[in-house]
């Protein structure tokens, strides 16, 4: 079975530019959950989409959006990026006892 | 609310037994994970446990639960330089996982 994949891994932006990242989950899996790790504040969650449907926000502002395609894949976009938006950005794929399995992230650096 | 700690640091020695410990406050919480994350990697699930267990073993790993007092750990059996990571509990919370700040993990010779 094929793992998660994140498209890009890497990324360099400036401030003021927009990003989109992509996330393809297991094939079967209809959850995607997305989080942001930086070193100062650890793990955070940014959201869940649940066939096409977003199912939890987390504490973020509304510079930060996704959503989920019919095939399960998932976007998030960020906005009028900022320094503190630098990051690495994980996406999870959620199994059926809400076990998620990652990708390995795409690295953003805002300059 | 919701709230996962863990120690920061661990430093053992190969072939020891490990032992991270973690602590949560969701008692409505129905599963707890670990995680482990390498250097520039993603994370990698190691194990998880319903709620209503108190014991999982897989291989060298073994998880204990203790609901009463919100404790979780893994145990890392016979310990390798393979092991050195850093490793995450998490608690799932409506649909999301609460993480810890993760315990790095260090294996001496």
């Known amino acids: 079975k094929a793992g998660v994949t994140q498209t890009p891994r890497y990324l360099i932006k400036t401030r003021g530019q927009q990003v989109t990242l992509s996330c393809s989950p297991i094939?079967?899996?209809?959850?995607v959950s997305w989080y942001q790790q930086t070193p100062g504040q650890g793990l955070q969650f940014l959201f869940e989409y649940f066939s096409e449907t977003q199912r939890n926000k987390g504490n973020f502002p509304g510079r930060f959006s996704g959503r989920q395609f019919s095939n399960s894949r998932s976007e998030m976009n960020v906005s009028t990026l900022e320094l503190g938006d630098s990051a690495l950005y994980l996406c999870?794929?959620?199994?059926?006892?809400?076990?998620?399995?990652f990708g390995p992230g795409t690295r953003l650096t805002v300059t | 609310g919701e709230d996962v700690e863990q120690s920061l640091f661990l430093s053992v020695r190969e072939g020891d037994s490990s032992v991270i410990n973690c602590t949560y406050t969701?008692?409505?919480?129905?599963?707890l994970y670990w995680y482990k994350q390498e250097p520039g990697a993603g994370l990698q699930l190691l194990t998880y446990i319903f709620s209503n267990m108190d014991m999982k073993q897989d291989q060298r790993l073994t998880v204990l639960l203790n609901k009463k007092d919100k404790h979780l750990s893994l145990r890392i059996a016979d310990t390798q330089t393979g092991d050195s990571a850093i490793y995450f509990c998490a608690e799932k919370n409506d649909y999301k996982l609460s993480f810890g700040a993760g315990t790095t993990v260090t294996v001496r010779a």
């Open positions: 999870a794929s959620v199994g059926e006892h809400y076990e998620q399995y």
């Open positions: 094939s079967g899996h209809r959850s």
């Open positions: 969701d008692s409505s919480s129905t599963y």
